[in-house]
């Protein structure tokens, strides 16, 4: 079944407390993005990659670093969360032509409460 | 997710009845648009998507229809049903661009 999966699913930290959120498509898409859900304010994009270390900024990149070491991979990375990125995270997979966008296939979600 | 509801628009349908929800973007450089519906507890799901060399896409049950000349695209739902409740969200991505905007999104209540 072609999939986009995120784990965990629900995480509770702490302040400064690292954590790593795991994305994984097996959809061999070239393109691969995390989006971050607030309330009133739908999807924002975190970071994004075309390909295999090729990432870049979203329009909300503070606070978060990716990796791109796997086409099918995608870790985002929270080197010191604080209690404003409690939120709902979403990681999106779609094929790139490089030249046209097209749909995106989004995970499950992760919903990470920082204390 | 299960509190993306708040604080959205809501359009309230009968059972049977055709919806409409509508979405103004706001970049004239995109070109490429989206539909996505969104379930309590779940992640977006591909609804049907549109390019600015049409006006007009139809899937099942669905249509997309975009005016490039005000800046606004809209999703039409035939006899909609109990299990298209759910909130609507559309997307742009500008010309040339890898990033997607979305909307805040609609939430559309069925009533049986």
């Known amino acids: 079944e072609a999939q986009v999966t995120q784990n965990p699913r629900y995480l509770i930290t702490v302040t400064g407390k690292k954590l790593t959120v795991t994305c994984s498509q097996n959809?061999?898409?070239?393109?691969m993005s995390w989006y971050r859900q607030d309330p009133g304010l739908g999807l924002r994009q975190i970071y994004y990659?075309?390909?295999?270390?090729?990432?870049d900024k979203g329009d909300v990149p503070e606070g978060y670093k990716v990796s791109r070491k796997e086409k099918r991979n995608f870790p985002l990375i929270l080197e010191s969360p604080s209690p404003n990125q409690t939120s709902l995270y979403f990681c999106a997979s779609s094929f790139s032509s490089g030249r046209m966008a097209y749909e995106q296939y989004f995970g499950p979600g992760t919903r990470l409460t920082v204390t | 997710g299960e509190n993306v509801g708040l604080h959205l628009p809501t359009l309230s349908v009968q059972e049977g009845d055709n919806s409409i929800i509508n979405c103004a973007y706001s970049?004239?450089?995109?070109?490429?648009f989206i539909w996505y519906k969104q379930e309590s507890g779940k992640g977006p799901q591909f609804i049907i998507d549109?390019?600015?060399?049409?006006d007009k896409r139809q899937g099942q049950r669905v249509t997309v229809l975009l005016n490039k000349t005000v800046k606004h695209l809209s999703l039409q739902i035939a006899a909609t049903q109990p299990g298209d409740s759910a909130v609507y969200f559309c997307?742009?991505?500008?010309?040339?661009?890898?990033?997607?905007?979305f909307g805040s999104g609609t939430k559309l209540n069925v009533k049986p």
């Open positions: 959809m061999n898409h070239e393109y």
């Open positions: 549109i390019r600015s060399n049409m």
């Open positions: 990659s075309m390909n295999v270390e090729v990432t």
């Open positions: 970049n004239s450089a995109s070109d490429y």
């Open positions: 997307a742009e991505n500008p010309h040339n661009f890898n990033k997607f905007y």
